[in-house]
């Protein structure tokens, strides 16, 4: 039987571990930007796991077929990236350079999603 001491004591010390935050909490405008990352990992993986399932169905060529494999999962992780890296430091006043990464994501998205629909429809 666990002791009510030792509860008590795990409590305490899970109360006062410091907190895990972004590392902008005084700049609102960045600080946004730290919550909406995990959010979009967590959708761009789910849609690239649900568009995988239908890359083999689309009449495509195989090397077609192989960029959207790619290109799908690879804009999950460079669009959550792009937020998490932009404001790293914690003294960050603006997103620094990369936050260009989200465009090269987004690009791989939309060209990834735009093939697989192209090659759905055929």
């Not at 790293?88 to 260009?100: E, G, K, L, M, T």
Request: glycine share 10%; aromatic share 8%; net charge positive.
């Amino acid at each position: 039987m666990v002791r009510q001491s030792t509860l008590r004591e795990f409590a305490d010390a899970v109360k006062a571990r410091p907190r895990l935050a972004c590392p902008n909490d005084q700049v609102p405008d960045l600080r946004t930007g730290c919550g909406g990352g995990g959010a979009h990992a967590g959708v761009l993986l789910l849609l690239s796991l649900v568009a995988l399932r239908y890359v083999d169905e689309a009449r495509l060529a195989e090397w077609l077929k192989a960029l959207v494999r790619s290109f799908l999962p690879l804009s999950a992780i460079l669009l959550p990236a792009a937020f998490f890296l932009s404001v790293f430091q914690p003294d960050a006043r603006h997103p620094n350079s990369f936050i260009y990464l989200a465009y090269g994501g987004a690009s791989l998205l939309a060209i990834g999603v735009v093939l697989l629909g192209v090659g759905l429809l055929r």
